[in-house]
């Protein structure tokens, strides 16, 4: 079974990443999940930034936690949003506003919520 320890690194590294992109090349992403580029995209974009900045910096700081109900929260908040994330990215995909690059992002969402669900679920009988 994957530690949290682990997922928590990834998606501190992945939310980081993401934190990075969106405030000095936002285009990529743009182009990735094929949006118009204009000033409301950029500022949300970088509104976006800063809430990876801050799941990084949690999910980095919060990796040596000890099984508690804090961790326990931890992992069902975050299994909750990036289900919510991947389940919008595919509605958004099917509806037609998000290009197929939004399927990296689906399936990145999918696999980290996943990952926290089953730590969250497996820590949940102790």
């Not at 069902?76 to 290009?99: C, D, I, P």
Request: aromatic share 14%; glycine share 6%.
């Amino acid at each position: 079974m994957i530690k949290f320890k682990v997922v928590s690194i990834i998606t501190a590294a992945i939310a980081f990443t993401l934190c990075l992109v969106l405030i000095l090349i936002p285009e990529v992403l743009f182009m990735l999940f094929n949006i118009d580029e204009n000033n409301s995209a950029f500022f949300i974009g970088r509104r976006a930034a800063m809430l990876f900045l801050g799941i990084s910096v949690f999910s980095w700081f919060g990796r040596n936690a000890e099984h508690s109900e804090s961790r326990q929260a931890i992992c069902l908040s975050l299994s909750v949003s990036m289900f919510a994330l991947a389940f919008l990215g595919s509605v958004e995909y099917l509806r037609g506003f998000a290009g197929i690059g939004i399927l990296l992002a689906v399936i990145t969402e999918a696999s980290i919520a996943l990952l926290y669900y089953k730590i969250w679920l497996s820590c949940n009988n102790v």
